[in-house]
């Protein structure tokens, strides 16, 4: 056999190795996204942990698998140390995209707001932002309202239901038809119209300018009882203060 079979040879049997090696990690990888599925979040995470130590392909899909079963199972330490991976190591990527997002999701649920607000305004700007654009305004909307930043909330807000057809679309248009651009102190939440109105007159009794607020998720409705509409989260602080020592327990909402 001369030289140039050796090397023709030795060159196809690299790439039916390479293509089988990948082969192999899309059968892992499609494993790892049924398991998601049917909520084993616990093999996501070890299975794509070991993947990644022992340096497979599609690391930036691994990453985020990982990462996501991590806040499904509310580790939010290692979901947060893996989404920060994926976004550092494959910013160009579509999974660090959604990665983005899940971030964000992360920090809201850990208390950082102004730091997933800081996360979604920078991500808004860069053009592997667009199929998000919608899901970025309205969650934008959502902290921007969370602030008090009234009028930037309802800009944003705007943006994301004049997109039909999109995710955060219908949540965008329902906060904006509630015009609920104030801070109240919420004292409780009832599945039964008649509890809330009941709590409400006793408030209503007390001298509070107390309210009923309905809300839908997940096809339920809630009876949200508060008091007030302040424009400064200050005031509403001030009244929930008052509520509590009056025993009503309340916090200070949006």
Do not use: C, H
């Amino acid at each position: 056999m001369n030289l140039k079979k050796v090397i023709v040879i030795a060159g196809i049997l690299f790439i039916v190795g390479g293509l089988a090696a990948a082969f192999a990690v899309s059968s892992e990888l499609a494993g790892l996204q049924a398991s998601f599925l049917k909520g084993e979040y616990d093999t996501v995470v070890s299975d794509a942990g070991g993947m990644i130590k022992r340096g497979a392909s599609q690391r930036d899909a691994l990453l985020y698998l990982r990462g996501v079963s991590a806040v499904k199972l509310k580790d939010y330490e290692l979901a947060q140390s893996t989404l920060k991976q994926l976004i550092d190591d494959f910013p160009s990527s579509r999974w660090a995209a959604q990665g983005r997002l899940s971030l964000g999701d992360v920090l809201e649920m850990t208390g950082k707001s102004q730091d997933a607000l800081e996360l979604y305004t920078r991500f808004q700007k860069e053009p592997a932002s667009e199929p998000y654009r919608s899901q970025l305004s309205y969650r934008i909307g959502r902290l921007q309202r969370q602030f008090g930043r009234w009028e930037e909330s309802k800009t944003s807000l705007q943006q994301a239901a004049s997109t039909s057809g999109s995710l955060g679309t219908s949540q965008a248009s329902e906060i904006l038809s509630k015009e609920e651009f104030y801070f109240s102190a919420q004292v409780g939440a009832f599945s039964t119209e008649s509890n809330a109105n009941k709590l409400a007159s006793e408030l209503k009794s007390r001298g509070y300018s107390a309210f009923v607020a309905k809300s839908s998720a997940d096809g339920k409705i809630l009876n949200k009882v508060r008091v007030g509409k302040f424009s400064t989260k200050a005031e509403a602080e001030e009244k929930s203060r008052q509520l509590q020592q009056d025993g009503f327990p309340s916090r200070v909402v949006p």
